[in-house]
């Protein structure tokens, strides 16, 4: 069985934190080098996670209840959830599913006087162009706040200087990971005191849970590779238990509910520390490796299927595709050896507002409803690449010839 993936974080890494849980150490000074190291500008914070950074940026922004937030809209629910728990109003701006790109007539429509910032989030990997966002965002003194959880791609790119607020995700499924953690990058230094002060009066994560993590993590690189994955699978069956629902849930950064209470951390000194060290260090050979791995899989595959083939910018965070019926390709996928997988994300289509029902987006919703993610394993051989394009390609082929016959 060929895994979905692998945690993007080294054996290095994971001793480096586990010996961080037990060395002595201030958490203030972990918390000013882990933002030193990622700028000398003083302009950044270290948080516990972006959706902890962006309650944070909601708090001290301070928007009048009611108040709408264009939204990309395609992202994770947990921000949504944040939004309305402010009671603000999420107001989805639909995706161009080639370029990853917000509809820029979409996003001009839903301006209204309510409207008071654009939240925008880079997909898959992908960087959408910014400056005709910048340009609606100041002609309409909107706050602009930019999502690059997906998007982290070292020095290469640190946000649009324009942007009232960037965010960069460390989190357990993304690039350079340190299993947890975010970092904030703020135009305004009023705006990043306000945000500081906040944060200051929250209670550090318990050291416990990021060794726990630690330890989840550690197993989860074990297993991604084809023989523990392959005996982690048989052992689902046995016990009855979904192995991809499983994955999903020891991959998610923040399991269960109550997700404001939980958001409303400091991160814990080891996090902080293992956070400065990687980013002193460069995700460009990961990133390099990716964007050939998904160059040699994406020319077996029908362009029509690939979501983003268009995109300008790239380090392919996940392979997603489109298809007619996901269920079935997968059932097809797996059968053949491929842990592919409709849940490589938290990712989910914003629903309109009642007050804005015309709203729809309907690319966004057609998408997602159709994308399967496949195997991001970057070991796998040229005739595994070339097999999986020549599955897709022939069940994409059947598939529109069963709906031409309809």
């Given at each position: 069985m060929i895994p979905r993936g692998v945690p993007d974080i080294g054996w290095n890494d994971l001793l480096y934190g586990l010996l961080s849980c037990v060395w002595p150490a201030d958490a203030c000074q972990a918390q000013a080098q882990a933002e030193a190291a990622w700028s000398s500008s003083v302009d950044s914070l270290a948080c516990l996670s972006v959706r902890s950074g962006?309650?944070?940026?909601?708090?001290?922004?301070?928007?009048?209840?009611?108040?709408?937030?264009?939204?990309?809209?395609?992202?994770?629910?947990?921000?949504?959830?944040?939004?309305?728990?402010?009671?603000?109003?999420?107001?989805?701006?639909d995706i161009d599913?080639?370029?990853?790109?917000?509809?820029?007539?979409?996003?001009?429509?839903?301006?209204?006087?309510?409207?008071?910032?654009?939240l925008i989030a880079h997909l898959f990997g992908s960087r959408m162009p910014m400056e005709p966002i910048v340009q609606v965002a100041r002609q309409?003194?909107?706050?602009?706040?930019?999502?690059?959880?997906?998007?982290?791609?070292?020095?290469?790119?640190?946000?649009?200087?324009?942007?009232?607020?960037?965010?960069?995700s460390f989190g357990p499924i993304k690039t350079h990971t340190t299993l947890g953690g975010a970092i904030l990058r703020f135009k305004s230094h009023e705006m990043l005191d306000k945000v500081r002060t906040i944060t200051a009066r929250y209670p550090r994560q318990p050291v416990s849970v990021f060794l726990r993590r630690l330890g989840l993590f550690a197993l989860l690189k074990l297993l991604a590779h084809p023989l523990p994955l392959q005996i982690f699978f048989a052992l689902c069956r046995w016990r009855g238990i979904d192995h991809d629902q499983a994955l999903?849930?020891?991959?998610r950064g923040f399991a269960g509910g109550e997700i404001m209470r939980r958001i409303r951390q400091q991160p814990c000194r080891p996090l902080l520390q293992l956070l400065r060290r990687r980013l002193q260090q460069s995700p460009k050979t990961t990133i390099t490796k990716r964007c050939a791995y998904a160059q040699q899989i994406n020319a077996y595959l029908p362009l029509t299927s690939r979501l983003g083939a268009h995109a300008k910018q790239h380090t392919h965070w996940v392979l997603p595709i489109q298809t007619?019926?996901?269920?079935?390709?997968?059932?097809?996928?797996?059968?053949?050896?491929?842990?592919?997988?409709?849940?490589?994300?938290?990712l989910y289509v914003v629903p309109p507002s009642p007050q804005h029902s015309a709203q729809i987006p309907l690319q966004a919703v057609r998408a997602m409803a159709q994308v399967v993610y496949l195997p991001l394993y970057l070991s796998l051989s040229e005739r595994d690449i070339r097999h999986l394009g020549?599955?897709?390609?022939?069940?994409e082929s059947r598939c529109f010839v069963e709906v031409d016959m309809r």
């Open positions: 962006f309650d944070l940026v909601l708090q001290a922004l301070d928007l009048s209840p009611g108040s709408e937030v264009l939204v990309s809209a395609i992202t994770i629910r947990d921000m949504v959830a944040i939004l309305e728990h402010h009671q603000l109003v999420p107001i989805p701006i599913m080639q370029t990853l790109t917000v509809d820029q007539t979409s996003l001009l429509r839903a301006i209204t006087p309510q409207t008071k910032a654009i309409h003194g909107l706050h602009l706040i930019e999502d690059c959880a997906q998007a982290y791609a070292g020095e290469a790119y640190r946000g649009h200087p324009a942007s009232d607020v960037c965010m960069f999903y849930r020891a991959l007619h019926d996901p269920t079935r390709l997968l059932q097809m996928l797996q059968h053949a050896g491929f842990d592919a997988t409709q849940r490589a994300s938290s020549e599955i897709i390609t022939a069940f």
